[in-house]
């Protein structure tokens, strides 16, 4: 069946039009075509104009799409389902026959989705304590990994699939931005999961944090879309400098310096009047530390300024004096012994 | 080389067979596949978009209330789109009082074409936009619909006979007449335009 080079040799353009692999090889060229029609191109060099002619005809067909947004389409599911699926009680009587029939077709369809996805492995990434990892996801986006925090995404991400990763701990992303206009396909999208939380985004900067049962998100640029994952409420839309906190079940928004919030990633430390408890939560988190206080009052005091968390070391040093306490980790027991002075 | 067509996968099959045997989340599937194309497609029948939504519900009630008679057609979504063809085809006759039922052939078909973003911009795409769009005006129905199968959908001329209810010889035939139409009716000055919108893609 395979054409010969020599059929083309007196192609019109209504022949290319109505040639299969022609109009193939316009919408969706690969190597193959591509040679394929080059080859045609030298021994016929006579075919250029209606070859151009042909693809620009081809491409130039634009239709204009109506399109049946998510929840039309939901709302027209359910009217459909309502009176076909959810009609149907479960039936009493099946003849054995056909139970086998679609027992054999489940286990057919299961298997081949095991093929399908077995192609689609997972990447976990974990940090260690104290160090930080620079992560690019399959569609370029970045990601850096704050230390003692995990990272989860497949391997490949399909032409129609969501970009989706579960993030524990704390990690900076920079989202490559695919939506243009119109619809937002599903390869557009990208969702970070968390324990408590989805956070949707349209190509963003933004923080999220996912520690101690409390998760915040804070966003640096564009915008993003954050819900619970537990619950069917309105998510909560964010604007650049938001922080939103999610603890004790609720969604608080407030207004905080989200670059000060952020710049872990680039080893300095800001802290406006936190609590010292909140610092040393810190100092288990990111170093793997228990910490041993001898004077819970230590704990009430607060502390602000700028200090680089590159160094561990130096790091304890400069809050230890700020405070006048001494920080002394027993790396045998992985405590921090903490005294005043 | 002739065979090309991406195959529609083994999953939609295994599907179709499953959801025969009544199995709502293969059913589901079918609607999560086709709902988007066949609302699409439906929309340049008309402008009524409950009508439209009102077929689909149809069509999909239909399919699954006699899901264990229905065959194993070749082509799932070929069968989909001629069965959702008949039902507007007929509501449409119905809403217009004044015509006989049997009239299936008189009907409106309107597509929007419009050059890609990317190649030209501004009054000019306007421009040429506005021209192709004055010429494909002036096709018939069939000849529009055809058009948008084969483009759009990407079906090929069997497919377009089998959903439009015409011979294949009839499909390319439509298809031949409705392309030199369309050529004759571009200005040299449009083409050329392309030409050089064209040329700038390929160097990019």
């Known amino acids: ?341 | 080389m002739q065979n090309l067509r991406l195959n529609p996968g083994e999953s939609e099959n295994l599907h179709w067979q499953s959801f025969k045997t009544g199995n709502p989340a293969s059913f589901e599937y079918l609607y999560q596949k086709y709902s988007a194309g066949l609302y699409n497609y439906g929309d340049k029948f008309s402008g009524d978009k409950d009508l439209i939504k009102e077929c689909i519900q149809e069509l999909f009630v239909q399919i699954w209330t006699k899901r264990s008679s229905i065959g194993n057609p070749e082509h799932i979504k070929n069968y989909l789109y001629k069965s959702f063809r008949n039902l507007i085809l007929k509501k449409t006759a119905q809403l217009q009082k004044n015509q006989g039922f049997d009239d299936l052939e008189n009907y409106g078909f309107n597509v929007s074409l419009n050059i890609e973003e990317a190649l030209i911009d501004g009054e000019r795409r306007k421009k040429i936009s506005g021209h192709l769009q004055e010429a494909i005006s002036k096709l018939t129905a069939r000849q529009k619909e055809a058009i948008f199968l084969r483009f759009y959908e990407q079906l090929s001329y069997e497919e377009i006979a089998e959903v439009m209810g015409i011979t294949v010889k009839a499909s390319y035939k439509i298809m031949a007449r409705s392309l030199s139409f369309l050529r004759d009716n571009l200005s040299k000055e449009d083409l050329l335009i392309l030409y050089m919108a064209f040329h700038m893609k390929l160097l990019n």
């Open chain 1, 1 to 341: 069946m395979k054409k010969q080079l020599t059929d083309y040799q007196s192609f019109t353009l209504e022949d290319l039009i109505n040639d299969e692999s022609f109009m193939v090889w316009v919408t969706q060229p690969n190597d193959e075509l591509d040679t394929h029609w080059s080859s045609i191109l030298e021994a016929y060099p006579g075919l250029a104009p209606i070859i151009q002619e042909g693809r620009e005809i081809i491409q130039s067909m634009r239709f204009e799409t109506e399109v049946l947004d998510a929840k039309e389409q939901k709302e027209l599911w359910n009217t459909i389902a309502a009176k076909t699926t959810l009609l149907d009680k479960p039936i009493k009587q099946i003849r054995l026959w056909s139970r086998y029939a679609a027992a054999a077709i489940l286990v057919g369809v299961l298997f081949a989705s095991g093929l399908f996805y077995s192609g689609f492995r997972q990447v976990t990434i974990q940090t260690p304590y104290g160090q930080l990892q620079n992560v690019t996801l399959p569609d370029g986006s970045l990601v850096t990994l704050n230390a003692n925090s995990n990272i989860r995404y497949d391997k490949k991400w399909g032409e129609n699939q969501i970009r989706e990763v579960w993030i524990e701990g704390e990690a900076f992303l920079k989202v490559n931005h695919l939506h243009k206009e119109g619809q937002v396909k599903n390869n557009q999208r990208f969702i970070v999961h968390t324990g408590a939380l989805d956070v949707e985004v349209l190509g963003t900067s933004f923080n999220v944090n996912d520690r101690r049962g409390r998760t915040a998100v804070a966003l640096l640029e564009g915008k993003v879309s954050l819900g619970l994952n537990t619950t069917r409420e309105k998510p909560i839309i964010m604007a650049p400098g938001d922080i939103v906190e999610y603890t004790g079940g609720k969604l608080n928004k407030k207004p905080v310096n989200v670059v000060e919030y952020a710049s872990w990633k680039d080893g300095k430390l800001y802290f406006r009047d936190v609590p010292v408890s909140r610092i040393f939560d810190y100092f288990e988190d990111i170093y793997g530390y228990k910490v041993k206080v001898d004077d819970p009052e230590i704990l009430k005091r607060r502390l602000s300024g700028t200090m680089s968390s590159k160094n561990e070391k130096v790091f304890f040093e400069t809050i230890a004096r700020t405070l006048n306490i001494s920080i002394t980790p027993d790396h045998d027991s992985h405590e921090l012994i903490i005294k005043s002075n």
